[in-house]
């Protein structure tokens, strides 16, 4: 079956440093990837869907600039959460898609800022 | 607009219980997905069945069960003699309007006491 992988897989930093997070298809090629954010108890919000080669398209009200999403192959989608603070806390997933029909989700990365 | 509820917050069972976890969806669509997924406390989400809306077949998977109503736009998930490695959070979730990206539904806390 389709495998997705991020790293890390828990990250503890400090309030103004900026972290970034790997997403990687293992055996398939995502021409789409996506990156959601769950906090304590509540549901997956989606963030932000990138393609391959191009800009992500982002969710109404979470901040591009704060976000930086970067789709550089067909196997890696990179998440960098810039001068990162307590709020910013969360659990962080990725999924993949190679078609239009099934996500195929990452194992989750827990960010916490102090 | 496509929307899933999730009525039930939390369910707290003891173990050989039988458990049905509820899920309502809203869509204007007549092609539609339905999905639901299991989520440990580790945080993975692992993905359960998927369900075409052109299938309303019940579906059972070992202890695992899905009643799929068109008629009340319901796709209940029911698990039978439950186990204390059933304890996780479910979600349900729900891919209308030619999009394959899931709407989730705020998820059951499901607790199998020993």
């Known amino acids: 079956g389709a495998v997705v992988s991020q790293h890390p897989s828990r990250v503890i930093c400090k309030s103004g440093t900026s972290v970034k997070i790997e997403c990687r298809s293992l055996d398939f090629q995502a021409t789409t990837m996506f990156w959601y954010r769950q906090f304590p108890k509540q549901s997956l919000m989606l963030m932000a869907t990138?393609?391959?080669?191009?800009?992500?398209?982002?969710e109404q009200g979470v901040e591009k600039d704060k976000f930086l999403i970067n789709h550089a192959s067909l196997t890696l989608s990179t998440l960098t959460v810039t001068s990162a603070h307590p709020e910013d806390s969360s659990f962080y997933i990725c999924s993949a898609s190679a078609s239009r029909e099934t996500q195929y989700f990452g194992p989750g990365t827990r960010l916490l800022v102090l | 607009a496509q929307k899933v509820t999730q009525a039930q917050t939390e369910i707290s069972v003891v173990e050989k219980e039988d458990v049905t976890l509820d899920c309502v969806y809203e869509t204007r669509d007549t092609t539609y997905y339905l999905f639901w997924y299991k989520q440990p406390p580790s945080g993975e989400l692992v993905f359960l069945i998927r369900r075409n809306s052109f299938d309303e077949q019940n579906e059972i998977s070992g202890r695992y069960s899905w009643n799929f109503q068109k008629s009340t736009s319901s796709f209940n998930f029911t698990i039978t003699a439950s186990q204390v490695v059933d304890s996780a959070v479910y979600f349900c979730?729900?891919?209308?309007?030619?999009?394959?990206?899931?709407?989730f539904g705020r998820g059951t806390s499901l607790i199998v006491h020993p």
């Open positions: 990138s393609n391959e080669g191009s800009k992500a398209t982002y």
């Open positions: 979730a729900l891919e209308s309007g030619g999009s394959y990206i899931p709407t």
